[in-house]
């Protein structure tokens, strides 16, 4: 029979049947329990999943002192969704906690149920087995709580409409997908794979429907509301059977309209929101702020009908992305945004998943790994750029690593991936060469963990560091680089090596700035903490600001990725360049520096000159162009002064008048090298 193992809606694994009928303990083995085995039951030791009963919800006509719903066009483009006279936000609630909201999720070791689960197992070796029969009835009534549309609060029926107005296949819409044949997406990963198949499934379905409007939206709403209550299982025996819980005709949920708006903004990976997809925005019809609306939307409705699944998991993760672009990492909306994805990462128990061997991959456990890698990876990435404390560490989480794989093989047939299973070295990754969208969430994953603990012992304020373990940090960073594959080993010469694909060139030069990056918190951890001054700090800084700006002197290539672009500049270029700005003031040097020729007075004033120039490129709109444009006041009035200023005069940062409104303030400390403007600082005990 089938190994999957199958769980109830609390999450516990499912008992056999006949376990079941008998309402006695089963121990879940498969194919076959000991109980049916001792009892000679093997041919009648099935597991069938339980069908979730629901509240049929009764339909109501509207009350005539309800509020008029309608969706009003603003000014910037999108529509606002108009309550009762209120707009809805997509930054704020829209509705009360779901009543379907009662679960435990994970309990780890600390909790209540780990004690008792330790004296249920005592009791049952002592007694025999205990009846299950008061939690499967405690399961049942939750699912016979599970609401459906009319059983909605007023918002979230009105953002349920505001969804599908915005859907393709609307008289109005902004969107096309292109369902041809002969066409296919580049890399095809599951996502657009699972897109592709929702459109077809909303069209098929609910074409006619979605064309009439009005109330035929609220027939499709309660459809998509009631297939939302369902609970996603595991399923392992192939991807198709896991996608078509959220593809086919009869399955469309909330999540997978969330995943459309994903797909069509271009918000999965690194990789993957480089390549094209089957839908796209008609021609000046574009609007993020409708997507983002709309995916917000489907995230607080699959919430209120649900206790969180792995599709909502990655949907939340998607889009505190989204808002990083068009809000900024720092902004609270973007804090909160991560801090449910942590929230909901943590519930479902995707930090402590088992390396369970022999293991057997699938689409589902791969993408259960890759998403806690990701997540993980954004946190330390915010982390790092605001300097606030992080949400997890690598302290509490035993998730292993994703396979080097792609998403075509994991879409593929059994015996195609198993074989590219058999191909992947010992340490997991792929032998062929290739560098996918998991080559690059693998290879960050191994550089943040060595982040968490360099900002862990940044912001500790109680334990003191010693000088050998950042040294012990150091060589660690350097081993790990030196065992990655070739792919993805970063060459200056990439740039201009035609053949190499531009999206493999951005994972090369991504992996390689987050080396450098640890390498710079480590040497500026050395010296706050006593050691000598080397010089590989400025060589650090130098390289990290001459490999960021290879976007903006090649920024024709890197087309696709310049909403990137500012959050680049932030996190690399302008730390390093504040380094190199204190070195101008401050010579350590002369000539060309001792650990690498190519660093001289002369290299480092092109590389600041034309930093200001990227720093200038930042529109006025961005989140943080207020801080670019006083890194590039700061910057120019250092090379004024360098260039300048009388040779007797030169270095004397004494007589630069520092006068700025408003204080520059990087949030994480390693990262403000910018500290040295300020007039409460000691200048001898900069350098």
């Known amino acids: ?26 121990d879940h083995e498969q194919p076959i329990c000991n109980r049916c085995r001792k009892r000679g039951q093997d041919n009648e030791c099935v597991y069938t999943g339980s069908v979730p009963r629901f509240k049929t919800a009764r339909r109501q006509l509207p009350s005539r002192q309800q509020s008029p719903v309608r969706t009003t066009p603003t000014s910037s483009g999108p529509s606002v969704v108009i309550v009762g006279g209120s707009a809805m936000s997509p930054g704020l609630p829209t509705s009360p906690p779901s009543r379907t909201g009662s679960g435990t999720g994970y309990l780890g070791f600390t909790s209540h149920s780990a004690v ?63 369902d041809n044949a002969d066409t296919t997406c580049e890399g095809e990963g599951w996502t657009h794979v699972a897109v592709a198949h929702i459109v077809r499934s909303l069209q098929t379905t609910f074409g006619a429907q979605l064309k009439r409007g009005g109330s035929e939206l609220e027939r499709i709403a309660e459809t998509i509301c009631y297939n939302t209550t369902r609970p996603l299982q595991d399923i392992h025996t192939g991807p ?23 797909d069509l903004e271009r918000i999965s990976d690194a990789i993957g929101g480089l390549r094209k997809g089957h839908l796209a925005w008609l021609p000046g019809k574009q609007s993020s702020d409708t997507a983002l609306n709309c995916l917000v939307y489907c995230i607080d409705i699959a919430r209120h009908l649900n206790q969180g699944n792995d599709l909502t998991l990655d949907l939340l993760r998607r889009r505190s992305v989204l808002e990083s672009i068009m809000m900024g990492d720092a902004s609270l909306t973007c804090w909160n945004s991560h801090a449910l994805t942590v929230s909901l990462l943590t519930y479902l128990g995707a930090h402590v998943q088992q390396d369970v061997q022999p293991y057997k991959p699938s689409l589902c456990s791969e993408n259960k790994r890759r998403l806690f890698a990701q997540v993980f990876n954004s946190d330390k990435f915010s982390v790092s750029f605001t300097g606030r404390p992080p949400f997890i560490s690598r302290r509490y989480c035993s998730t292993p690593l994703p396979l080097d794989l792609p998403d075509e093989i994991l879409t593929a047939n059994e015996e195609t991936l198993m074989n590219a299973v058999k ?23 191994m550089i943040t963990v060595i982040l968490d603990e360099l900002i862990e012992i940044s912001l500790d304020r109680i334990r003191p560091v010693a000088v050998s373990h950042l040294q012990y940090l150091k060589a660690r960073q350097l081993t790990i680089m030196a065992e990655f594959p070739p792919t993805l080993v970063y060459d200056p010469d990439n740039i201009f090596d035609p053949s190499l694909p531009i999206e493999s060139l ?70 390093g360049g504040g ?11 002369s000539g060309t520096h001792p650990l690498d020729a190519r660093l001289s007075r002369s290299g480092i004033i092109q590389q ?11 529109r006025p709109s961005a989140p943080n162009a207020e801080l670019c444009a006083d890194c590039k006041a700061i910057i120019q009035r250092v090379l004024d002064h360098h260039l300048n200023a009388p040779i007797d005069g030169e270095g004397d940062v004494q007589v630069l008048d520092w006068d700025f409104t408003n204080r520059l303030d990087f949030n994480f400390e390693l990262l403000d090298t910018f500290d040295w403007v300020r007039a409460d600082q000691d200048w001898p005990s900069l350098f």
């Open 423 to 445: 191909r992947l070295d010992h340490r997991g990754w792929n032998t062929d060469g290739g560098l996918y969208p998991t080559t690059l969430v693998r290879a960050r994953f």
């Open 579 to 589: 380094i190199l700005c204190q070195e101008l003031l401050q010579p350590s040097f």
């Open 240 to 262: 198709m059977e896991w996608m078509e819980q959220f593809c086919s005709p009869d399955t469309l949920r909330w999540e997978s309209f969330g995943l459309v708006w994903t």
């Open 116 to 178: 008792f689960e330790e004296t249920r197992q005592s009791l049952s070796l002592l007694h025999g087995p205990i009846s299950e029969q008061v939690e499967t009835s405690t399961a049942d009534r939750r699912t016979e709580e599970s609401v459906c549309f009319r059983d909605l609060p007023p918002t979230l029926r009105t953002a349920c409409i505001y969804v599908l107005e915005h859907l393709p296949g609307q008289a109005n819409e902004h969107t096309f997908f292109t």
């Open 506 to 575: 951005y994972a090369r030069i991504l992996i390689h700035l987050g080396h450098l990056q640890n390498l710079f918190f480590i040497e500026r951890l050395l010296i706050r903490h006593g050691a000598p001054d080397d010089g590989n700090l400025l060589l650090t800084s130098f390289n990290m600001v001459k490999v960021t700006l290879v976007f903006w002197t090649h920024k024709d290539q890197f087309a696709n990725i310049r909403r990137h672009f500012e959050w680049l500049l932030m996190a690399y270029g302008a730390p």
């Open 608 to 618: 600041l000159s034309l930093l200001v120039g990227f720093l200038d490129w930042v």
């Open 1 to 26: 029979m089938d190994a999957t193992l199958l769980r109830r809606p609390n999450g516990r694994p499912q008992a056999c049947d006949p376990c079941r009928a008998r309402k006695v303990a089963c």
